[in-house]
């Protein structure tokens, strides 16, 4: 075989391991700590611990109202007691929303709250958990992990220096039933004047990682602390963002809706097991709980020292960068970070232009055809998805599709027949199409992209402006280097954006499932588009080239 044909297919496997392992790194943050035994340290969270007690929690299904639910608030009450402090029951009869399908107009709660008197209180902090289940299933994630590690947690801080601030401990009832507990104790407990900081923790699934992924607003002042105390920080402004839009609600939005400043955690892979008769002890990944815990402990300990009395601060960008290491930033610069970029953008253009590399035709070219590639794989997926599930039983399709150790196969898959059409398109249109115009209409759309989520969802513009911003970088590079050397120099450039895509695409696969499977194709494909310059073959047009020396080479004016 020929040296040059050997160091082209060399370098172009460096190049793929180079894509592979920052997709790899990208997937690093999204991982939970590993359980800790039931001999660690008094003083540290232990997942071994926390299930003993949740076994004895979430042994059988507890609703609100039911027999068993009295024997666990019984038991809840017992352990707080052993650990030496004085819980009471407040009791309340809750009005039902309108819309809610019970046949109870009123339900009567009972909430279990306590407190830990701090040394030099300024205002109080609360972690919250409910500890009723749905009628269906015994709860042993949702809520059950959260209670087990609230009695975990307590038992820690006993063990541990004394904390400043008060700490008020609310173990919700009702929440299932539409968060009446929540609603019970801020409009009648005297306590609840005294809170500033909500910490509370849910479940939407039985495995996986912790997430960060509601807090109140003006938090920016939240999002500092919460980055330097939590030990294995996992959040992202733009799920923040989105999960607003959504008609989703938990404890926390009582909360929130109160005045009350607050942090909302939940693990979501397993949502095959929410709210199911398989939400057992047996089904819970240790690992969660134990993320979950570590938030608790560590963040309660952190802000139970703080001043609490003023901690509204402009809302900031989060995200997590490698691992779980994070970077914020305020969210005023959102705009101006896509101004930037933008007019980064058309910096690059106008000089390619004045060289001759570009020309305005081509890059709106561009432009439409990585549009249409992300049209294609949306209306192609949806097209062979609709079809799948209609061939498969529908009884078993729904539980299939949100499975994880199922769906992740079909997933897989789906991403690769993704790639295979972008291949084959990009292939085909990209001879009309100099790559150069190519990679600029594809950062034209990027950079609408950052613009628009700037303006309308800036938690999520991150996602694109950075992307956009190194791979107009790379763009400037090619401009000034002579074809056929520079075209894998977008992989590289390419690379920050598919580390910050990498772990919101499985986010997204992880919370939606793949009963919206084109949705959640989307997101990759519109990922793979920073890699066209990589994919597409020389066009077959005739180069532009300086306008000085058309005339003496006898060159006509066109192409694209």
């Known amino acids: 075989m020929p040296r040059n044909v050997l160091v082209r297919w060399g370098r172009r496997a460096i190049l793929l391991l180079l894509l592979v392992g920052t997709i790899f790194v990208g997937l690093l943050s999204i991982q939970a700590p590993s359980p800790v035994p039931s001999d660690a340290p008094p003083d540290k969270f232990s997942s071994a611990r926390a299930l003993t007690k949740l076994r004895s929690i979430a042994q059988e299904p507890h609703p609100a109202g039911s027999a068993v639910h009295n024997e666990v608030r019984d038991y809840l009450v017992s352990e707080l007691k052993g650990l030496g402090l004085n819980p009471e029951i407040q009791k309340a009869d809750v009005q039902m929303d309108e819309d809610d399908n019970s046949n ?38 949702d809520d059950g992990s959260g209670i087990a590690a609230m009695l975990e947690t307590i038992r820690a801080l006993k063990n541990s220096a004394p904390l400043k601030n008060d700490l008020i401990i609310l173990m919700t009832d009702g929440e299932e039933k539409g968060l009446l507990g929540a609603e019970a104790f801020m409009r009648q407990h005297p306590w609840a004047k005294d809170v500033e900081l909500v910490l509370n923790f849910e479940a939407r699934g039985n495995k996986g990682p912790s997430f960060m992924f509601e807090t109140s607003d003006q938090n920016g002042w939240l999002i500092k602390e919460f980055i330097e105390a939590a030990p294995q920080p996992i959040a992202y402004s733009l799920v923040y963002n989105v999960y607003k839009l959504m008609p989703n609600d938990t404890d926390l939005t009582v909360f929130r809706m109160g005045g009350l400043s607050g942090m909302n955690f939940a693990f979501g892979m397993g949502v095959n097991a929410y709210h199911q008769p398989i939400d057992t002890v047996d089904n819970l990944d240790p690992s969660s709980l134990q993320h979950q815990g570590e938030y608790m402990l560590s963040l ?27 970077v914020s930033y305020p969210e005023s610069w959102a705009i101006w970070l896509a101004g930037v970029g933008s007019l980064l953008f058309l910096a690059a253009i106008g000089y390619g232009i004045s060289r001759g590399k570009l020309s305005l035709k ?54 690769v027949f993704m790639l295979l059409i972008v291949i084959l398109l990009i292939r085909r249109l990209s001879g009309y199409l100099r790559t150069n115009n190519l990679w600029a209409g594809t950062l034209l759309l990027w950079a609408i992209l950052s613009v628009l989520t700037a303006l309308y969802l800036p938690g999520g513009s991150y996602l694109f ?45 992880i919370l939606i499932t793949l009963q919206v499977a084109p949705a959640v194709i989307v997101l990759p494909a519109l990922a793979v588009t920073l890699l066209f310059p990589s994919m597409s073959r020389p066009s077959n047009k005739i180069p532009i080239i300086l306008a000085k020396d058309r005339h003496s080479k006898g060159v006509p004016t066109g192409g694209y």
């Open 104 to 141: 109870n107009a009123t339900v009567g709660i009972e909430n279990i709250i306590t407190k830990i008197s701090g040394t030099a209180n300024s205002k109080a902090i609360m972690i919250t958990a409910h500890y009723d289940s749905v009628a269906r299933g015994p709860g042993a994630a």
């Open 465 to 509: 402006v950075w992307p956009m911003i190194f791979s107009v970088i790379g763009l400037v590079v090619s401009l000034v280097m002579t074809e056929g050397r520079w075209r894998w120099l977008s992989l590289c450039f390419s690379l920050p954006g598919f580390l910050l895509m990498t772990p919101i695409c499985y986010i997204v696969y």
């Open 300 to 326: 309660t300990r952190h802000f139970g020292q703080l001043d609490l009395r003023d901690i509204t601060e402009e809302n900031r960008i989060y995200f997590n960068l490698i691992g779980w290491k994070m």
């Open 362 to 415: 081509g890059t709106l070219g561009g432009f439409f055809v990585s549009l249409l590639s992300v049209l294609v794989v949306f209306g192609l997926v949806t097209l062979i998805w609709g079809v799948l599930v209609f061939g498969m039983n529908h009884g078993r399709s729904i539980t299939t599709l949100i499975t994880p150790e199922v769906s992740l196969y079909y997933y897989i898959g789906l991403l």
